[in-house]
């Protein structure tokens, strides 16, 4: 699942935190599909050309286009021509392409981004970004693209993330246990279930992903054959199911409660003598008859 | 510098590695211990270091220095210290006219977007000169506390924007260190301070997180240091240790131990 995340397509999300960062999967990932022969393109924002380089080979390397907003991203330094638009210009410049090689665009980071950028611009250009192979008209001509975005989630509030994963086709939430780093991926896909599913991994220092079991104690209950399944029925003191007999009876029963026309009929004919009926008193040894002033009992 | 603190980072000022940035943070206790030791650490180590000091003066850090056998005067003097007060430059910023924009600029501007001119300070005092051979190592940027940016009124966006390009310039172009304090208030409402602290939690490959007990004031152990590695570079499972000690400051040094190995407990 995890080496196959970018056959989809679309906004792949990597959600991170301080304890589990999410680079080297995205390193990981981006070294998957040079591989594969794609376009690859990196805004890199958060760490500098030679950093996010360092490890990959030569080969793939070459493959990579590196945009680097790292250097002088607020054109402070002024050492050099800024990229027109920014990253967002830079972003929307990948859009405008016609040849049918598919391509991948990393984006490290996406909280960078987010942080400086209004979320719905940002929302809008990726949501046209990634969903320009589907664009009616020139679908024919413009191959796949996948958008990987490393979010870390401290930093936003549950508005724009929440705006960000209803726009992913992928979502993998990094965690882990006991050193062992683990990858929750949520996927959806079009006119489907949405799918989730939860693997173990571990990066290589070259960059290639190697998957894993997960740790033995979590997969024990799931993966040892020789204990038979426990139905749960077998042991009941009610009965869960009715003979036809049984069935029959229940059905004829009229439960004390049901308001039948007969019932009806019982309670609305008049009794005889019920209009003649008498209220008897007789009044108590002590009760208070003083017309005058009922209240000289209360002791006020 | 406390030698047993180096000894945990498994670091002597001959060899340390460059291009790092470190967070201090510190939890319901004071962690300036920390700030004092990179100080002297790296002055020992004969980098040029650039002090942007806002929470405390000259002659505080420099009596402490002292103490852990180093002479911040003097090194000012040899050009090895640059050292920004901000208690005194506030007060130069708001009375007198400036011809250049000074550091801390923003604090005149009602509403100043960003810490540009900090940045230039910075810049421009950990420039290499190119007077004959090398004199320092390599730089070195301090800062106590960016905290105190945020309680001046700047975004925690124009804070890290700052950090941002000094890691670029430090870390990157000059291959030159960074060390950093942010207060952690523990408070879930103070959401700039958690932006900052968790935005520059993800740029920084060494975190030092020091916290008080959870039980409280203690005479013999002073709190707890966390120490979380983040190294993108290697495999996961050497990657993002943890530990955990616990530490007492003494005079001149501080002392750490495991959690509950206190000396006075035993």
Known sequence: MLDSLLALGGLVLLRDSVEWEGRSLLKALVKKSALCGEQVHILGCEVSEEEFREGFDSDINNRLVYHDFFRDPLNWSKTEEAFPGGPLGALRAMCKRTDPVP?????????????RLPCTTLCQVLHAVSHQDSCPGDSSSVGKVSVLGLLHEELHGPGPVGALSSLAQTEVTLGGTMGQASAHILCRRPRQRPTDQTQWFSILPDFSLDLQEGPSVESQPYSDPHIPPVDPTTHLTFNLH???????????????????????????????????SHIFYEPDAYDDLDQEDPDDDLDI | MFVELNNLLNTTPDRAEQGKLTLLCDAKTDGSFLVHHFLSFYLKANCKVCFVALIQSFSHYSIVGQKLGVSLTMARERGQLVFLEGLKSAVDVVFQAQKEPHPLQFLREANAGNLKPLFE????????????????????????????????????????????????????????????????SGDAEDEENDILLNGLSHQSHLILRAEGLATGFCRDVHGQLRILWRRPSQPAVHRDQSFTYQYKIQDKSVSFFAKGMSPAVL
């Open chain 1, 103 to 115: 391509v991948t665009i990393a984006l490290d980071s996406l909280s960078w981004l987010l942080l």
């Open chain 1, 242 to 276: 009715l003979s036809k007999k049984e069935r029959e009876a229940r059905d004829s029963l009229i439960l004390p409660f049901q308001f039948s026309s007969e019932k009806q009929q019982a309670l609305l004919r008049p009794r005889p003598g019920q209009a003649t």
């Open chain 2, 121 to 184: 300070f910075v810049r421009e005092a950990l420039k290499p000169v190119d007077s004959g051979e090398a004199r320092w190592t390599y730089p070195v940027l301090l800062v106590d506390d960016l905290s105190v940016l945020l309680s001046l009124g700047m975004g925690a966006v124009a804070v890290l924007d700052f950090i941002h390009y000094c890691r670029a310039t430090v870390c990157w172009e000059l291959k030159g260190n960074m060390v950093v304090l942010v207060h952690d």
